[in-house]
């Protein structure tokens, strides 16, 4: 298993701006495809924003155009820039392997983001 820990989420008016960030360890991250998933109550997890070794990247549509996922290999670990924040992007934010190339290692704790005035 990878330890995977997550940070910077909070509560932020609608339209604001959070950055999350994820770090990893014990792995050659730099070949390892990550993404960015969260849960909202009562709803699935799903996979938002994910970024190959290569650096390329893919998002789900609700976040298209809002958030960018980037990372850093020196250092192990991959952030989610949030921008234009809505009530619907109110989650448990965790980072993992992109799980349509990898298997997913165990879940950290995530870090809960909430839109709300």
């Known amino acids: 298993q990878v330890p995977l820990v997550e940070s910077g989420g909070g509560l932020e008016q609608p339209g604001g701006s959070l950055r999350l960030s994820c770090a990893a360890s014990g792995i050659m991250f730099r070949l390892y495809a990550m993404g960015w998933y969260r849960q909202a109550p009562g709803k699935e997890r799903e996979l938002v924003a994910s970024?190959?070794?290569?650096?390329?990247?893919n998002y789900v549509d609700s976040v298209k155009g809002r958030f960018t996922i980037s990372r850093d290999n020196a250092k192990n670990t991959i952030d989610l820039q949030m921008n234009s924040l809505k009530p619907e992007d109110t989650a448990v934010y965790y980072c993992?392997?992109?799980?349509?190339?990898?298997?997913?290692?165990?879940w950290g704790q995530g870090t809960q983001v909430t839109v709300s005035s």
């Open positions: 970024i190959r070794s290569s650096g390329s990247t």
């Open positions: 993992n392997f992109d799980k349509s190339l990898h298997a997913l290692t165990s």
